[in-house]
C-alpha cells in the first residue's frame, strides 16, 4: 500500500509521521510531504505528483488554521480549505486513491443552549451552521468531499492537542514556566482531540474499509479555564489561574460557546477507545 501524506509538517502530520515510522515500513511505502515541499493550492504540481506516486491513500493534514487570520485572508483559507481540497476529492475518483480528511468543530453553530439540547456532542448529520469563516471554508472543503468522492473519510476534531507543533496545552507550560498567574477563558465547552487518538482512529477506520464522516474526540466536558487547571495540576505548576469571559480577549473570529462532538458513531467500532480527556493529557504529558 503506498500512503501520501499532505501537510506532513504540522502537529497532526507530524503524529501521522511518528505512527507510520513506528508501525514497520514493511506494510506500505508512505511519503510524506510539508507544505513547502508541495503546495496542495499549486493544481498543476499536486495532479502531477499524485498522478506520478499512484497512491492507494491520501492522507491530508494541510489546512490554513489560523482561525482569526482567516477573517482578512479570506481568499487564503478558502484556496486551501476549500479549492484544494475539492480538487483532492476529484483526484481520488480520477485516479483511485482514499482520501483521507480532517474538519473541525467550527462547521457547528456553537450556541450556549445547545449544551442541554445535545448532551453528548453534535452528531455527524447536525445541521452545519458556522460563525466564523475558517468553519466557513472548512464546511465548503467538507461539502466538496462528498459531491465529488465516493471513497474518503472525513475525521471532524476539536481542541487538538499533540507532543508536535503549536497547542494550548503547551502554550500553558510555557506560560506557566514565565508566570504566576494567568486568565482563562471558562464559557467555551468542549474536549480536546490529542493527536496520537485521531491518527489511531484514523488507521482503524482505514484497515476496516470504512467510508464517511467520524467524529474523533475525547470523553467529558470541559472549558479551556479547566484543560489549564489540569495542565499545571498534573504537572505540579504552582500557578494561579482567573477564570474569565470571552470577552475578556477579544478575537477577530467569533468562537463557539459550546462546540462537543458526539463520538457515539465512532465508539461502536471495534478499535476505537474514546479516552477521558484527563487520561488523554495525562498520556500527552507523559509524551512530552
Known amino acids: 500500500m503506498m500512503i501520501i501524506l499532505l501537510g506532513a509538517g504540522g502537529q497532526l502530520g507530524r503524529e501521522w509521521q511518528h505512527f507510520l515510522e513506528r508501525s514497520g515500513e514493511e506494510q506500505y511505502d508512505f511519503i510524506p510531504y510539508s507544505s513547502s515541499d508541495l503546495d496542495i493550492t499549486r493544481s498543476d504540481e499536486l495532479a502531477a505528483e499524485l498522478e506520478k506516486r499512484q497512491a492507494d491513500v491520501v492522507i491530508n493534514c494541510a489546512a490554513y488554521t489560523n482561525v482569526d487570520g482567516a477573517e482578512k485572508e479570506r481568499e487564503r483559507a478558502r484556496k486551501v480549505n476549500a479549492g484544494a481540497v475539492s480538487q483532492l476529492a476529484e483526484l481520488s ?30 452528531g455527524e448529520d447536525h445541521p452545519a451552521a458556522p460563525v466564523n469563516f475558517y468553519g466557513q471554508t472548512k464546511w465548503e472543503g467538507e461539502q466538496a468531499i462528498r459531491a465529488k468522492s465516493s471513497n474518503f473519510l472525513v ?19 510555557k506560560l506557566g514556566r514565565e508566570r504566576k498567574a494567568l486568565q482563562v477563558v471558562n464559557d467555551q465547552l468542549g474536549s480536546p482531540t490529542f493527536t496520537s487518538s485521531v491518527v489511531q482512529h484514523s488507521w482503524t477506520l482505514l484497515q476496516g474499509g470504512h467510508t464517511g464522516t467520524f467524529h474523533s474526540t475525547s470523553g467529558g466536558l470541559l472549558t479551556w479555564y479547566d484543560l489549564a487547571k489540569s495542565v499545571f495540576e498534573e504537572e505540579e505548576m504552582e500557578v494561579e489561574v482567573e477564570a ?22 465512532i465508539a461502536s467500532l471495534p478499535g476505537c477507545e474514546i479516552i477521558d480527556w484527563k487520561e488523554g493529557l495525562r498520556r500527552m504529558l507523559e509524551q512530552l
Open 93 to 122: 475518483t480520477v485516479l483511485g486513491f482514499k482520501l483521507i480528511h480532517y474538519s473541525t468543530d467550527y462547521v457547528f453553530p456553537g450556541r450556549a443552549e445547545d449544551r442541554s439540547k445535545y448532551p453528548q456532542g453534535y
Open 155 to 173: 475525521l471532524r476534531v476539536s481542541w487538538l492537542c499533540g507532543a508536535y507543533g503549536a497547542n494550548f496545552i503547551k502554550t500553558m507550560l
Open 244 to 265: 474569565v469571559s470571552s470577552d475578556a480577549f477579544p478575537t477577530a473570529a467569533r468562537r463557539p460557546r459550546f462546540s462537543k462532538l458526539n463520538t457515539g458513531k
